[in-house]
């Protein structure tokens, strides 16, 4: 539990990091709006940038905090998400032969005794 709180704590970190630097850009954008038009259209780009490379570095923040995980995960010797869903088909196949192998013992088991009633009326 303590590496999934650190991992929760490292994004919300980004995220942090983001919504700062965000609420930082918007208020030069603002003071910038009060110099003059000029200004606006040159904060304007600025922002358009700014929420591009954004996107960007969210990108590859996830993707390497995706490759942190799967390594944590593989020190655990966990199964992955498709050996975990190859142990469920097989855990299903098994289960549904069970079931048939009970139905066939139960089919089995009713006619032996309807054939045992038969012998006992005789």
Partial sequence: MATT??????????????????DRVK???DEM???????????KKVVETFVED?????EDVSGRFKK???TVLGQFDLPNRTEAE????KLAELESK???KKKAATKKVTKTVAEVKEVIKK
């Fill in 98 to 100: 069970i079931v048939a």
């Fill in 5 to 22: 709180e650190l991992f929760k704590k490292v994004l919300y970190t980004g995220v942090g990091v983001v919504s700062n630097a965000t």
């Fill in 27 to 29: 208020k030069s954008i």
């Fill in 54 to 58: 954004a996107k960007t570095r969210r």
């Fill in 68 to 70: 942190i995980i799967d």
């Fill in 86 to 89: 190859k142990l469920n088909a």
């Fill in 33 to 43: 709006s009060k110099v003059g038009e000029e200004a606006q259209v040159e904060g």
